[in-house]
Nanobody, 115 residues
Framework: QVQLVESGGGLVQPGGSLRLSCAASGSMFSIYAMGWYRQAPGKQRELVASISSGGSRNYADSVKGRFTISRDNAKNTVYLQMNSLKPEDTAVYYC?????????WGQGTQVTVSS
């Protein structure tokens, strides 16, 4: 069974930064696309950023220029560097891995941006 464990969330002031990590279990990590999603209360879960096995990146318009997704295949880990955080970024952030058999999700980590 695939396990994805997010960490790095917390409370930060507007304009601050956080780095989220997602550690993945299992083999063949390098061939799978990875993504970060977020869900705020009362809202649908939305894609924040994704990265392919080849390193191609996509971002939601709302985070372009502020967030950076990266991966370290040697550590089976994907990161989300979040800079210039805004209150609107407050949400539970989830890590996702896509496989042929289906998608796998982490448990989520809370990010709260507030003064």
């Amino acid at each position: 069974q695939v396990q994805l464990v997010e960490s790095g969330g917390g409370l930060v002031q507007p304009g601050g930064s956080l780095r989220l990590s997602c550690a993945a279990s299992g083999s063949m990590f390098s061939i799978y696309a990875m993504g970060w999603y977020r869900q705020a209360p009362g809202k649908q879960r939305e894609l924040v950023a994704s990265i392919s096995s080849g390193g191609s990146r996509n971002y939601a318009d709302s985070v372009k220029g502020r967030f950076t997704i990266s991966r370290d295949n040697a550590k089976n880990t994907v990161y989300l560097q979040m800079n210039s955080l805004k209150p609107e970024d407050t949400a539970v952030y989830y890590c996702k891995q896509d496989r042929v058999v289906g998608s796998y999700w982490g448990q989520g980590t809370q990010v709260t941006v507030s003064s």
